[in-house]
């Protein structure tokens, strides 16, 4: 059993920046990738970005330049630094973890927080 809890979100005005937290507790042992998607409304989750614990990095093309996730292992916590917000942006934010960077059914989810960007 993986628990994450999530911190960071808010309201903020466009080109406003924001700073995700994620930390995991629990069997961290089976946890080899961290990450973080978003639920606009009306639409699908979508990834947003996405690390190992080797250090390899996935983002979204719309995020890439913007948007920054890092990970201390240490302490089992990963971040997403999101600079330049944009109204798109808006959305709940759900912290992922899991065995590989690939999506499995024995992730772990958070419960999301959520990121409202104004213009």
């Known amino acids: 059993q993986v628990q994450l809890v999530e911190s960071g979100g808010g309201l903020v005005q466009a080109g406003g920046s924001l700073r995700l937290s994620c930390a995991a507790s629990?069997?961290?042992?089976?946890?080899?990738?961290m990450g973080w998607y978003r639920q606009a409304p009306g639409k699908q989750r979508e990834l947003v970005a996405a690390i190992t614990r080797g250090g390899t990095t996935n983002y979204a093309d719309s995020v890439k330049g913007r948007f920054t996730i890092s990970r201390d292992n240490g302490r089992n916590t990963v971040y997403l630094q999101m600079n330049s917000l944009e109204p798109e942006d808006t959305g709940v934010y759900y912290c992922r973890a899991g065995a590989t960077i690939v999506l499995l059914p024995s992730d772990y989810w958070g419960r999301g927080t959520q990121v409202t960007v104004s213009s």
């Open positions: 629990g069997s961290i042992f089976v946890i080899n990738a």
